[in-house]
């Protein structure tokens, strides 16, 4: 599986290994108690928020750089290794996660630029780039791990439109800040010159006469420190031939709006730059933040401000913007503006004040989850009760055909070039392993590109969405995966994931863990609870900041519905979910520790009254809010899960993951966490802590994210009584 477009990897690298003098290896279902546990020091620190004291006596943890903090690590990881990697069952689960990970894309759609094909694909688990110069042409390596350097990642690559040179994004994996290099693609080499300080995969793109890049920067890590908050984005233009200290900054966010995050792009001729300040969650469909505005630039064919012009405002920061396409002075926009299940509209450009928006795909009764603009059409993606439908328009919204797909799924990415005919899109579904297809505009056929020769037989298993009343009788969805003929005695291991944030929505699309479960004997359960955007804006907003108890409420209700539907039992069913998916299964765990067996929190956000302070979290206060505000405060301190460990209760089988190396959110939430509920549990349930090396917040590489996976399985299948189909 490959990392970046292909997939979001949810699990990491591996931490050391456990000591030579560790005795030998515990049976996985050995219970502990509270001496058992590394000893972690409270201090003495309050805070106090409209006349409330909050303690947080883990601060000391903060300072991630503690030689006590790195003992206290050290002494979880020996404690945790030996009871999940050293039993029989770790081996087996990785070995068929292993084998699973075979049915993934090795190869991505390849994108041609002036005759060139450049494409990603994975050989020895590592990621390389190919081009190809010609039609019949045998593909060479462009660039490799060697080029890339050791343990540095390849993010994102932008070919420019003469194919002469390419801009790529290279970073530790794992990582979330990195640089762009420039490759002469004739010569094989890099450019001297390197542009730091960029963030995540961009964004980054050539000028209209291929001699400079328009690209996103930030300022240096203060003090050094990468886990720190972001600050000082600015869009920039970078001459080839020039350096760095001589590139021009086209826009900076403005002091008022310096928390809020910045976007551009440069479609159509690319003389026309649009700037989004923006807040609010980023979208899987790149449309924005839930609150943003559009700026206009006129820029020359260098990409240098047009002489005379300044920036322009063309909306209020009162939706979320993309400008698609630019012709004849009108822009196709993709918006929630007064569509919370979103539209295309046409905006004027020539106008003197912002004219009006017009419906070029007005918003219907599913949400638009992604648009692209490719060979003179629109190319839509739809969410159907959480499902994909594809369809293409002309660009004045008349509907031409529809994308064939293979079955009931996911589709997930679609890739071309706006003046190409064909375009290509991943498709899969939980028991429908990835393919690749490829789709004509001109003649509305479809054919399959690539299908894995290692794609797994799972026809003796059955999906089905099923629908639950949550607490406030609003009906959520739930996809559930098992046996054919499977008798709901409640017997069943049950493993259900979910996530409720950040309006992304929790799709039902292939995943190795899903699929060792299934084979393993369990159930396999997607809960699409409120703050994620299956259902558009309303469905986001219905989870978010003061309201943020509706998430949990939701999932509480899977819980219930799975047993009181005879799917499993309490003591049977394990939750799992990553970053705010991880905030997401502590919170619940918390308030209903009665309803599980077992919680998987990888990464998670467990401090919601500091989560605003580092990573980006100044960027997600329009989500969650701040302690600072007296409407946010009481909630933030009722589900809080460091805030909200009880003593003496007995807490589910807990095993929580995190990355020494994480930029985007401080492993310090999974280790206070951990130091609470192992200091609070009430009975002998164990609650481990497994902290990797490397990896950050999104995964590392493929042979990492399997051990990952593994791990959380191993642990699972334990608490629950799951062993290849015996339980």
């Given at each position: 599986?490959?990392?970046?477009?292909?997939?979001?990897i949810?699990?990491s690298a591996?931490?050391d290994s456990?000591?030579e003098?560790?005795?030998?290896?515990p049976?996985r279902?050995?219970?502990?108690?509270a001496s058992?546990?590394?000893?972690?020091?409270?201090?003495?620190?309050v805070?106090v928020?409209h006349?409330?004291r909050?303690?947080?006596?883990?601060?000391?943890?903060?300072?991630l750089?503690?030689?006590?903090l790195?003992?206290?690590?050290?002494?979880?990881?020996?404690?945790?290794?030996?009871r999940?990697e050293?039993?029989?069952?770790?081996?087996?689960?990785?070995?068929?996660?292993?084998?699973l990970?075979d049915a993934f894309?090795?190869q991505?759609?390849?994108?041609?630029?002036?005759?060139?094909?450049?494409?990603?694909?994975?050989?020895?688990?590592k990621?390389?780039?190919?081009?190809?110069?010609?039609?019949?042409?045998v593909?060479?390596v462009?660039l490799?791990?060697?080029a890339?350097?050791?343990?540095?990642?390849?993010?994102?690559?932008?070919p420019?439109?003469?194919g002469?040179?390419?801009?790529y994004?290279?970073?530790?994996s794992?990582?979330?800040?990195?640089?762009?290099?420039?490759?002469?693609?004739?010569?094989?080499?890099?450019?001297?010159?390197?542009?730091?300080?960029?963030?995540?995969?961009?964004?980054?793109q050539w000028?209209?006469?291929?001699?400079?890049?328009?690209?996103?920067?930030f300022?240096?890590p203060?003090?050094?420190?990468?886990?720190?908050?972001?600050?000082?984005?600015?869009?920039?233009?970078?001459?080839l031939?020039?350096?760095?200290d001589?590139?021009?900054r086209?826009?900076?966010?403005?002091?008022?709006?310096?928390?809020w995050?910045?976007?551009?792009n440069l479609?159509?001729?690319?003389?026309?730059?649009?700037?989004y300040?923006?807040?609010g969650?980023?979208h899987?469909?790149?449309?924005g933040?839930s609150?943003?505005k559009i700026?206009?630039?006129e820029?020359?064919e260098d990409?240098?401000?047009?002489?005379g012009?300044?920036?322009?405002d063309?909306?209020?920061?009162?939706?979320?913007?993309?400008?698609?396409?630019?012709e004849?002075g009108?822009?196709l926009?993709?918006?929630?503006?007064?569509?919370?299940?979103?539209?295309?509209?046409?905006m004027?450009?020539?106008a003197s004040?912002?004219g009006?928006?017009?419906?070029?795909i007005p918003?219907?009764?599913?949400?638009?989850?992604?648009?692209?603009w490719?060979?003179?059409r629109?190319v839509?993606?739809?969410?159907e009760?959480?499902?994909?439908v594809?369809?293409?328009?002309?660009?004045s919204?008349?509907?031409?055909?529809?994308?064939r797909?293979?079955?009931?799924?996911?589709?997930?990415g679609l890739?071309?070039?706006?003046?190409?005919?064909r375009m290509?899109l991943?498709?899969?579904?939980?028991l429908?392993?990835?393919?690749?297809?490829?789709h004509?505009?001109g003649?509305?056929?479809?054919?399959?590109?690539?299908?894995?020769?290692?794609?797994?037989?799972?026809?003796e298993?059955?999906v089905?969405?099923?629908w639950?009343?949550?607490?406030?009788?609003?009906?959520?969805?739930?996809f559930?995966?098992?046996?054919?003929?499977?008798?709901?005695?409640?017997?069943h291991?049950?493993?259900?994931?979910?996530?409720?944030?950040?309006?992304?929505?929790?799709?039902?699309s292939?995943?190795a863990?899903?699929?060792?479960?299934?084979?393993?004997?369990?159930?396999y359960?997607?809960?699409?609870v409120r703050?994620?955007?299956?259902?558009g804006?309303?469905?986001?907003?219905?989870a978010?900041?003061?309201?943020?108890?509706?998430?949990?409420?939701?999932l509480?209700?899977?819980?219930?519905y799975?047993?009181?539907?005879?799917?499993?039992s309490?003591?049977?069913l394990?939750?799992t979910?990553?970053s705010?998916?991880?905030?997401?299964?502590?919170?619940?765990?918390?308030q209903r520790?009665?309803?599980?067996g077992?919680?998987l929190?990888?990464?998670?956000?467990t401090?919601?009254?500091?989560r605003?302070?580092?990573?980006?979290?100044?960027?997600a206060?329009?989500?969650?809010?701040?302690?600072?505000?007296p409407?946010v405060?009481?909630?933030?301190?009722?589900?809080?899960p460091?805030?909200?460990?009880?003593?003496?209760?007995?807490?589910?089988?807990?095993l929580?993951?995190?990355?020494?190396?994480d930029q985007?959110?401080?492993?310090?939430?999974a280790?206070?966490?951990?130091?609470?509920?192992?200091?609070?549990?009430?009975?002998?349930q164990?609650?481990?802590?497994?902290?990797?090396?490397s990896?950050?917040?999104?995964?590392g590489?493929?042979m990492?994210?399997?051990?990952?996976?593994?791990?959380a399985?191993?642990?699972?299948?334990?608490?629950?009584?799951?062993?290849?189909?015996k339980?």
């Amino acid at each position: 599986m490959l990392a970046g477009t292909f997939l979001v990897i949810a699990f990491s690298a591996s931490a050391d290994s456990p000591d030579e003098g560790v005795s030998a290896p515990p049976d996985r279902n050995q219970k502990l108690i509270a001496s058992d546990y590394p000893p972690a020091r409270r201090a003495d620190v309050v805070d106090v928020f409209h006349g409330v004291r909050v303690n947080d006596p883990y601060r000391w943890m903060e300072d991630l750089d503690s030689p006590e903090l790195a003992t206290w690590i050290e002494a979880q990881n020996r404690l945790a290794e030996p009871r999940i990697e050293t039993n029989p069952a770790y081996a087996a689960i990785r070995d068929r996660l292993g084998k699973l990970a075979d049915a993934f894309p090795k190869q991505e759609p390849g994108r041609e630029v002036a005759g060139r094909m450049f494409h990603r694909e994975m050989v020895d688990n590592k990621i390389r780039l190919m081009v190809k110069e010609g039609e019949g042409a045998v593909p060479r390596v462009l660039l490799d791990d060697v080029a890339l350097g050791e343990g540095n990642q390849l993010k994102a690559f932008e070919p420019s439109r003469d194919g002469r040179h390419l801009a790529y994004i290279v970073g530790k994996s794992g990582a979330d800040w990195g640089e762009i290099r420039i490759r002469d693609i004739a010569n094989d080499r890099d450019l001297p010159v390197a542009l730091p300080n960029v963030r995540f995969e961009g964004p980054m793109q050539w000028t209209e006469d291929d001699g400079g890049i328009v690209y996103r920067r930030f300022a240096p890590p203060r003090d050094g420190n990468v886990q720190a908050a972001a600050e000082g984005q600015a869009v920039y233009l970078h001459r080839l031939g020039t350096k760095v200290d001589d590139d021009v900054r086209l826009y900076e966010l403005p002091d008022d709006l310096r928390e809020w995050s910045l976007f551009f792009n440069l479609p159509g001729d690319r003389r026309q730059l649009f700037v989004y300040p923006e807040q609010g969650p980023w979208h899987y469909s790149h449309l924005g933040g839930s609150r943003a505005k559009i700026i206009l630039l006129e820029v020359q064919e260098d990409g240098r401000l047009r002489e005379g012009t300044g920036p322009r405002d063309l909306t209020a920061a009162d939706a979320a913007y993309r400008v698609l396409h630019v012709e004849a002075g009108r822009a196709l926009v993709f918006t929630d503006k007064d569509a919370p299940r979103r539209r295309v509209v046409s905006m004027d450009l020539m106008a003197s004040e912002p004219g009006a928006l017009v419906d070029v795909i007005p918003e219907g009764p599913h949400v638009l989850e992604d648009v692209g603009w490719f060979g003179n059409r629109l190319v839509a993606h739809f969410l159907e009760n959480v499902h994909s439908v594809v369809s293409v328009f002309d660009a004045s919204g008349k509907p031409i055909h529809k994308v064939r797909l293979p079955g009931t799924g996911v589709v997930q990415g679609l890739f071309g070039d706006r003046a190409s005919s064909r375009m290509s899109l991943f498709f899969s579904g939980l028991l429908h392993s990835y393919v690749v297809l490829h789709h004509e505009l001109g003649t509305g056929t479809t054919t399959v590109a690539s299908i894995s020769p290692d794609a797994p037989d799972l026809g003796e298993f059955e999906v089905r969405q099923e629908w639950f009343r949550s607490k406030d009788g609003t009906r959520v969805p739930m996809f559930i995966a098992a046996r054919r003929g499977l008798v709901r005695d409640g017997s069943h291991p049950t493993l259900m994931a979910a996530y409720g944030a950040s309006s992304t929505s929790h799709l039902p699309s292939f995943r190795a863990e899903a699929a060792a479960w299934l084979q393993m004997g369990g159930v396999y359960a997607i809960a699409n609870v409120r703050g994620g955007g299956e259902f558009g804006k309303a469905w986001y907003e219905a989870a978010i900041r003061e309201r943020k108890q509706t998430s949990f409420d939701d999932l509480i209700g899977a819980g219930e519905y799975l047993v009181s539907n005879g799917w499993t039992s309490p003591r049977k069913l394990a939750i799992t979910g990553s970053s705010n998916g991880g905030l997401l299964v502590t919170a619940t765990s918390l308030q209903r520790p009665d309803l599980f067996g077992a919680v998987l929190a990888d990464v998670p956000v467990t401090d919601a009254m500091r989560r605003h302070l580092s990573g980006n979290g100044a960027q997600a206060v329009e989500q969650w809010g701040t302690p600072d505000d007296p409407m946010v405060f009481p909630a933030l301190r009722a589900y809080s899960p460091v805030h909200n460990v009880s003593g003496g209760k007995c807490y589910p089988a807990t095993l929580i993951t995190a990355a020494r190396d994480d930029q985007r959110l401080p492993p310090w939430h999974a280790y206070k966490y951990a130091a609470a509920l192992q200091a609070a549990q009430g009975c002998d349930q164990p609650v481990l802590l497994h902290v990797r090396q490397s990896g950050g917040h999104g995964g590392g590489d493929l042979m990492a994210w399997l051990d990952g996976l593994a791990r959380a399985l191993t642990f699972a299948s334990g608490h629950l009584g799951l062993s290849d189909g015996k339980h």
